[in-house]
């Protein structure tokens, strides 16, 4: 119950029933505020109870200050959780450990539940090993089945033991679509409360459901796990970054190209810690597909959030897709008493403002490594011809056709062409072709970004239609797949007669699921793999997904490009990024005669009329209707029973993780650290993809010489994210990237330091010398450049880091999300004094690091700075990242988790 200090409850009437309401009304100031603060404000009003939410903090957000910096510290109670199966396994691992340990501390297993409600789905886990056949998507589940069965009856187990806890099957959708398609409720209604939908999610794109009016964001498990377990997520008020939106977009852009565009505009900006709030009268113009796809890109342009509010179109997509006739007149009703219905007209208080005239967005791809980094469509294959040299040794032939490619006013040594590795290629059928630098290996229409938004995937499949009737194809060595969002886009192919041109042009169906965006793309075609290790080919892959990091897509490609599907069917047919496909010819029809881009290029109201006559709310209520039921081979699992999971000791894929271990009932107080080696020294722009176990498990690594001694063949390794329930071969995945580049092992790639536990501290695989440190009794710190940990949410980035024995990590700045993980399993992150770095401080990681000052967390406080000082006489004060007196609880439990379990028992 709300101690309601400002006597805000009240009732809404909607029809024939009733809803208890927290009125923003009553709270001075609430009328200025951004849409997302006010959703924050009815959080606060609604969870007030005078102890961890009081009155001076529901009038601190009345009154915010737009200018200020964020200092106020909130408790923010989401209304649900949402996970996905790569980041749900451990979060429901943990849960079935803690309920152990609970039991052990003399507690009541019974008390580990969800509190809010908490929904998984299966999507992360299907690879696209099969392609280009009709038998394909069948071929892909049997695997996936196959693959994970251990990990699908633990579920199963969890979906019966915990309360509160439900599981989309395999085979029905990509987490965020599924969510914006039928989980969101947009608003709650819960113990006759009607109130704001919230969430939080083990997913970074959980920001998708912002274009639905929703507030959620991405955390990683750890923090999702306390969420469930009624723990508030701790956050400073955060400053809100106003985007006005005007006009409309052009013929010929898309939703990708948009988005694009705001990416790159909110990067420069600065937006990491921030929500980003569209207002204007150009959100009238921009159809909820789009806005769920700039939602979407939220953490690639590195804001917290990035919110639309509600308004006719959020109502009219709610309808399309099958929510009930009350559950819409709620929402309207609620969001206009509330004022949270969008005004047009109106100029809430914004801490900084931007502005995007729709109409100036072109065509556009972004890479070859970062989301951010756009490439106006005309200028991509200048742009690869340059960025290409980063990516091949020097040496080889040089490209004579691209040297007209670049403006005379470029540097000798890129006007003199671009390299050249042209080597000649045998399909099975007995064809050859010739691959060369550039080459698009794989083309993939794939991830939630895109595949939610019927205006582009009618657009693809109208390239593909029109392509496939000049006589066109794509070329011999492409890998092209198609994983939509959701089974309503296979509907409205089919009832729009588009599947058999998508086929034809090799884009079969090869599972609902995000396959290729993290890294499950499966592998290139035996011959094409062979040439482009064989000759170090830099070869590409272009993706209608919204991640193109390093060594993410897949082992042999090296650059990955993000464009829109009708973008992805061109390339496929192109085949090469050496082509300029808004000039050049894509291929010949069947007279000979060349077929351009614009050949092909559906008119908006061809992609229109299609959307109006194809898609129906019949389709969502169909797709839906029976959701947590599964096939039959999902029902057909055997389901252990039981409050707590009976572990199998020879399982490889769930095994109970050792957080708990020893822990009792009072924390042990906080330590200086002495004597520590590093154990990574790392440049800028270190993502989670480098730092968490990913993609593909090699035999040669920790992880694969772990399973191989546990008698799994090769074939049956699967990937990281698959194993994410088995501590063990996730830390020795821990930093193990193929691009990684630690700088301490200067020459190397991958997962190597130097082990000084050995005499003149040879090169070693990262997890091999952690466990000689830590046997030595040596703690470990990794030093860092600026943005660390940015990208996906992975709770295995900071779990594995705190497995491998590091206690801090000293960077230049952190992701939002990796520092709070950090801190959520007992890593300290600390930051280099302000324009101060490793190299700046002449640090080269072989030296032993002291950190004075931490114990100063026992008194309660947070200390400002802690000194640390190295063997070499290298002394600085380092900022404790440390940020929020609730991360400092978790803290000096030792992690989020034994707070938590703490709280539990003595509650």
């Known amino acids: 119950m709300s101690a309601n200090s400002f006597d805000a409850r009240s009732t809404l009437q909607v029809g024939d029933e009733s809803y208890e309401i927290f009125r923003l009304d009553k709270v001075e100031g609430s009328a200025r505020l951004p849409y997302s603060l006010k959703v924050l404000l009815e959080n606060l009003l609604r969870t007030e109870d005078g102890a961890n939410i009081t009155a001076d903090h529901i009038r601190a957000l009345g009154g915010w200050d737009a200018s200020a910096q964020p200092s106020q510290e909130i408790q923010f109670t989401p209304a649900r959780v949402i996970m996905q199966d790569f980041t749900g396994v451990p979060c429901v691992v943990d849960l079935a450990t803690m309920r152990e340990a609970v039991k052990e501390l003399g507690g009541d297993p019974a008390k580990i539940n969800p509190l809010a409600p908490a929904e998984l789905v299966i999507d992360h886990s299907v690879i696209a090993d099969k392609f280009g056949t009709p038998e394909s998507f069948a071929q892909n589940v049997e695997l996936e089945y196959g693959r994970n069965r251990e990990r699908y009856q633990f579920l199963r187990w969890g979906q019966t033991a915990f309360d509160e806890f439900k599981v989309v099957p395999p085979g029905t959708g990509i987490v965020h679509q599924v969510n914006i398609e039928h989980l969101a409720r947009t608003v709650m209604v819960r113990g006759g409360q009607a109130y704001p939908d919230t969430l939080v999610g083990t997913d970074s794109h959980t920001t998708m459901v912002n274009g639905l009016g929703v507030l959620g964001w991405g955390v990683g498990g750890i923090e999702a796990e306390a969420a469930m377990l009624g723990q508030p997520v701790s956050m400073l008020i955060p400053r809100v970054v106003g985007f ?282 035996e011959e094409v793999s062979k040439a482009v290790n064989e000759h170090d080919l830099a070869v590409v892959s272009v993706l209608s997904g919204n991640r193109n990091f390093e060594g993410r897509i897949n082992p042999d490609v090296k650059m990955n490009y993000l464009a829109s599907p009708p973008l992805v069917v061109a390339y496929a047919i192109a085949g090469s990024m050496k082509t300029d496909i808004t000039t050049e010819a894509l291929g010949t029809d069947s007279d000979g005669h060349p077929v351009f881009l614009k050949d092909i290029w559906p008119s908006e109201q061809e992609v229109e009329e299609v959307v109006a006559s194809a898609i129906g709310q019949e389709m969502f209520g169909s797709s839906y209707a029976d959701v947590f039921a599964g096939d039959a081979q999902w029902q057909a699992l055997p389901v252990p029973t039981g409050d707590t999971f009976e572990w199998d000791p020879q399982s490889t894929y769930v095994r109970k993780p050792p957080y708990f271990e020893g822990m009792g009932m009072d924390p042990e107080p906080v330590q200086d650290i002495s004597g520590a080696r590093v154990l990574a020294k790392l440049g800028d722009s270190v993502t989670t993809d480098h730092i968490s176990p990913a993609g593909a498990i090699k035999a040669d690594t920790p992880a694969g010489k772990y399973l191989t001694e546990h008698g799994v063949e090769r074939r049956d390794f699967n990937s990281y994210g698959s194993r994410r329930g088995n501590h063990e071969v996730m830390i020795r995945g821990t930093f193990a990237n193929i691009r990684l580049r630690n700088q301490i092992a ?162």
């Open 746 to 907: 200067p020459g190397t790639e991958g997962g190597y330091t130097r082990d000084f536990t050995q005499d003149g501290g040879p090169v070693s695989f990262i997890y091999d010398a952690s466990q000689n440190y830590q046997a030595a009794g040596i703690p470990l710190v990794v030093l860092a450049g600026k943005e660390y940990g940015s990208g996906s949410s992975r709770d295995w980035a900071a779990k594995g880091t705190a497995l491998l024995g590091v206690k801090a990590v000293i960077a230049e700045s952190y992701e939002r999300i990796h520092r709070s993980n950090l801190i959520g399993m007992g890593v300290l992150p600390l930051q280099f004094p302000e324009g101060q770095s490793a190299e700046s401080l002449g640090l080269t990681g072989e030296e032993t690091f002291s950190v004075s000052g931490i114990t100063a967390l026992n008194e309660g406080g947070i200390p400002g700075t802690v000194k640390v000082t190295t063997d070499t006489g290298v002394e600085f004060d380092a900022t404790v990242r440390i940020d929020t007196p609730g991360e400092a609880d978790y803290y000096r439990n030792g992690g989020i988790m034994q707070y938590v379990l703490r709280s539990l028992i003595r509650g």
């Open 244 to 525: 006005k939106l005007t006009g409309e977009l052009p013929t010929g852009t898309t939703a990708t190209d948009l988005v694009l565009t705001i990416t790159e505009m909110l990067r420069k900006h600065g937006v990491v810690g921030k929500f980003v709030e569209f207002y204007g009268e150009g959100v009238s113009a921009v159809p909820l597909a789009n806005r769920a796809t700039i939602g979407n890109m939220s953490p690639e342009f590195g804001s917290t959030a990035a919110m639309f509010p509600i308004d006719g179109e959020t109502i009219s997509y709610l309808r399309l897709t099958g929510r009930s006739e009350q559950q819409l007149a709620l929402v309207e009703a609620y969001a206009k008493e509330q004022g949270l219905w969008l005004d047009p007209a109106a100029e809430p208080d914004f801490s900084e403002k931007l502005e995007l005239d729709l109409s100036t967005v072109v065509p556009s791809i972004a890479g070859p490594k970062r989301p951010q980094d756009r490439i106006v469509l005309a200028d991509a294959k200048n742009q690869f011809l340059q960025d290409v040299r980063n990516y091949v040794k020097d040496g080889g032939d040089v490209d004579e056709a691209s040297k007209e490619s670049f403006p005379a006013s470029d540097a000798p040594a890129i006007s003199n062409g671009a390299p050249a590795a042209k080597v000649k290629v045998t399909a099975p059928d007995g064809t050859e072709y010739e691959l060369d630098h550039g080459a698009v290996t794989v083309a993939a229409i794939t991830s939630c970004t895109n595949t939610s938004n019927p205006y582009v995937m009618v657009a693809a499949a109208l390239v593909a239609k029109k392509a496939v009737e000049k006589g066109l194809t794509r070329k011999p060595w492409v890998k092209t797949t198609l994983a939509p969002g959701s089974k309503v886009v296979m509907d409205y192919y089919d009832r729009a007669g588009l599947t058999p041109y998508l086929d034809k042009m090799g884009f079969n169906l090869v599972g609902y699921g995000c396959t290729t965006c993290i890294g499950n793309s499966g592998p290139l075609p």
